[in-house]
């Protein structure tokens, strides 16, 4: 079993930073894919980014590729997501996860997740 609780979510300005931190307890933790969700109001939750549990493979969504950077740190058994040049439309609430499959697999699948946090909510304003 592992519990995921994110923070670091906040009302920023367009072009603005945030880093989200994804704090996880329980057993194995750098054995885990880490991936980032996002939920944007009356959208389907979206694929955001994934990290392999080597930390060797990253993969994100083509909207937020440049702007956006996920790490894991398994000492500390949290996963970050830097995200830069905030736009208005990365509004929304961000969900931690951990599964079993490759980064590579989120990317192209949907589902497969079997660890959520509650989320965290980034408000971008314009």
């Known amino acids: 079993q592992v519990q995921l609780v994110e923070s670091g979510g906040e009302l920023v300005q367009a072009g603005g930073s945030l880093r989200l931190s994804c704090a996880a307890s329980?057993?194995?933790?750098?054995?885990?894919?880490m991936g980032w969700f996002r939920q944007a109001p009356g959208k389907e939750r979206e694929f955001v980014a994934a990290i392999s549990w080597r930390t060797i493979s990253t993969y994100y969504v083509d909207s937020v590729k440049g702007r956006f950077t996920i790490s894991r740190d398994n000492a500390k058994n949290t996963v970050y997501l830097q995200m830069n040049s905030l736009k208005p439309e990365d509004t929304a609430v961000y969900y931690c996860?951990?599964?079993?499959?490759?980064?590579?697999?989120?990317?192209?699948?949907?589902?497969?997740?079997?660890?959520w946090g509650k989320g965290t909510l980034v408000t971008v304003s314009s």
């Open positions: 329980g057993r194995a933790f750098s054995s885990y894919t």
């Open positions: 996860a951990a599964g079993p499959y490759s980064a590579s697999y989120y990317y192209d699948q949907k589902g497969g997740m079997d660890y």
